[in-house]
């Protein structure tokens, strides 16, 4: 059932935003020097140009505490009044305590509640939509949603496949509660399938190798013969992601009654450039609609869409009363959309 029959005890306020990425930032050409690849391999494939990578020592809760700690004070709001914060990622900093619980200590925000999410890719969306729930049910009023990741530390350097895909930074949203009732979420759902897991995975050992894994074949899709190291069947991955971006977009529409004409602007995932054209040609939203920053982060996982957001409001795109749809797919597999009245 759509929340939209769901009477709303209060409004969601999209408050604040805030955006962290590591110093170095590296180029195709300089991936070059590391992996048999090419700036004229890279761009036109996945729409990138540089990323931002971490060096030793940074920790993804440190990314985390940069960009919430922006935006609180974009949201002017003080730590001490959050009430709950949720970090999506799916590098933690160690599996316990949470990410979540680091940040919530690092920004001077102890006792507030916190969790992490782990939905890959999808986190972000996960975690908007986790967050919005948490204030219209009217229990907390300041909550703060993350999405960070250092995908440079789970990728296999030695892998062109992987490596040259992926960049490190976070995202944050902070939202609080709104006297205008027609304010925030219009409409959200996440899907999984983990019987396709294996597109997208991170095995531990052999054990965790899907059953048509030959261990000793390292050139096979999905396959790149380091454990603890993030492992893709890319165009599944691609068939996948478009066709769950275009279900994801259509079935918010459906669910709100809303055309492409009313959408301001739908926020993507930053998963490829050729993924998010290809479903856009079959959506058929204006070019305009769509924003598109991988060129210069690279897929940053569960931060992309906090980064677009920030650019966003930063270029002073997004309006008070603007409808937007957030979308976003990853390992899990995950899927999942938000769509919103800012
Ligand atoms: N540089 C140079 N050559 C490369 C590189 C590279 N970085 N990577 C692969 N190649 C080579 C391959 O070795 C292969 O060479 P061969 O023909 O000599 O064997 C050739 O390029 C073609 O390789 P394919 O894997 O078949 O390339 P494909 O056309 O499928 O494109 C790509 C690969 C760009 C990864 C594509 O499958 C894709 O876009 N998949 C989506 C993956 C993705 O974006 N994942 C992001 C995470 S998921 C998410 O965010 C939802």
Redesign the pocket.
Same mark, same amino acid.
């Given at each position: 059932m759509s929340l939209r029959h769901v009477a709303k005890p209060v409004g969601v306020r999209l408050a604040g935003v805030g955006m962290a990425v590591p110093p170095r930032c590296a180029t195709n050409d300089d991936l070059s020097k590391i992996?048999?690849?090419?700036d004229e391999?890279?761009r036109p494939?996945?729409g990138i140009k540089q990323r931002h990578l971490s060096d030793e020592g940074l920790k993804t809760s440190d990314l985390a505490a940069q960009a919430v700690t922006m935006a609180l004070e974009d949201a002017g709001i003080s730590p001490n009044d959050l009430d709950l914060l949720f970090c999506a990622t799916m590098t933690p900093d160690m599996v316990c305590p949470a990410t979540a619980c680091q940040v919530v200590a690092k920004i001077g925000a102890v006792p507030c509640g916190a969790m992490d999410i782990n939905m890959a890719?999808t986190g972000f969306v996960g975690a908007l939509n986790m967050a919005s729930n948490a204030i219209a049910s009217g229990m907390y009023k300041n909550v703060a949603v993350i999405g960070a990741d250092q995908l440079s530390t789970i990728v296999n350097w030695e892998d *062109? *496949?992987t490596c040259? #895909? +992926?960049g490190d930074a976070a995202g944050a949203a902070v939202l609080t509660a709104s006297d205008n009732a027609n304010q925030g979420c219009l409409y959200q759902r996440i899907w999984s399938d983990a019987s396709k897991a294996d597109a #997208?995975y991170i095995p531990r050992d052999e054990k965790d190798l899907p059953a048509n894994i030959d261990a000793t074949n390292t050139d096979e899709?999905g396959w790149n013969g380091q454990y603890d190291k993030l492992q893709?069947d $890319? *165009?599944t991955? +691609?068939k996948f %992601?478009v066709n769950a971006l275009k279900s994801c977009v259509q079935t918010a529409l459906q669910e709100t009654g809303l055309t492409p004409d009313d959408i301001a602007m739908v926020i993507p995932?930053q =998963?490829?450039i *050729?993924?998010l054209q290809t479903a856009w040609k079959k959506l058929g939203f204006d070019d305009d609609k769509i924003y598109i920053n991988i060129d210069r982060f690279g897929?940053t =996982?569960a931060a992309s869409i906090g980064l677009c957001l920030y650019e966003l409001k930063q270029q002073k795109r997004l309006h008070e009363g603007d409808k937007v749809i957030f979308v %976003?797919? $990853? $390992?899990g597999l995950t899927w999942g959309v938000s769509a919103w009245e800012l």
């Open positions: 992996v048999d690849t090419s391999w890279i494939r996945t890719c *062109r *496949r040259v #895909l +992926f #997208l899709p893709m $890319g *165009r991955v +691609f %992601a995932h =998963s490829n *050729r993924m897929n =996982s %976003a797919q $990853g $390992g």
